[in-house]
């Protein structure tokens, strides 16, 4: 399988977790400072405390999806081992943050990162847990977005295949919600986008019916533009 990744903005993204967490810390720490000096500085420390937690927990979030190992596009990858040379994943350089084309078809893969048993009811998504985790009741949750997210990556995914082969007819591009969490067990029934997870992405690729695929000259025209 053909990778192509945006090394670039991976290691933007993982150096501004890190400018962020240390902004923060250093904020809450000049925080404790002013108020040894000054015990009278009360509402200056609370809204620079306020201010350094939101940068510091702002870099962290940062810092585990851009910095941590694995990163979600080496999950993919990892997911998709084994595929040949017909298959080509772009992590965030074909509008989606990750495009597959395939011999079968075009599709958008969506990452969700809920843990539990994952349903659909018809209407609404929920994930039902049995753990109980720190400020978090067990028990079953709404998922909202989910229909919302992969619209707007098809469509973003779309419009960069566009700019590259403007001459050519809409590409059909399917969405597939992926939930990447290892205590997750996906169990839906008449859900209305293509629903797995990630340890049987492969094989649930393998299965879908197939659709009109990019040419091979078109896949080499995508993988040669810089900046889709």
Known sequence: MRQ?????????????????????LGILIGAFIMTFRDPN????????????????QAGLAISNRWGASPRIDEIIDE?????????EIYHYRLGASHALLTPIGAFAIVPCYEDGEITYDGEKWFSQSTKRKFLRRSGKRSIGGLQKNAKAEVQSMQRAIDRVLPEKPEVSIQPILVFV?????????GAPLHTVHVKKL???I??????????????????EKKGV
């Not at 997911?79 to 298959?87: H, I, P, T, W």
């Not at 969490?181 to 029934?189: C, E, L, M, S």
């Not at 299965?207 to 993988?223: C, D, F, I, S, Y």
């Open 41 to 56: 500085v009360s509402n200056q420390f609370l809204i620079l405390s306020v201010f350094g937690v939101i940068c510091a």
């Open 4 to 24: 192509h990744v945006d090394l670039k903005m991976i290691k933007r993204w993982n150096t501004a977790g890190k400018v962020f967490t240390f902004l923060g």
């Open 206 to 223: 393998r299965r879908l019916p197939k659709a009109k695929p990019l040419t091979t000259n078109e896949m080499k025209m995508l993988a």
């Open 79 to 87: 997911a998709l081992k084994g595929f040949d040379n017909q298959y």
């Open 202 to 204: 492969k094989s649930f």
């Open 181 to 189: 969490n290892p205590d997750t067990y996906v169990k839906v029934d």
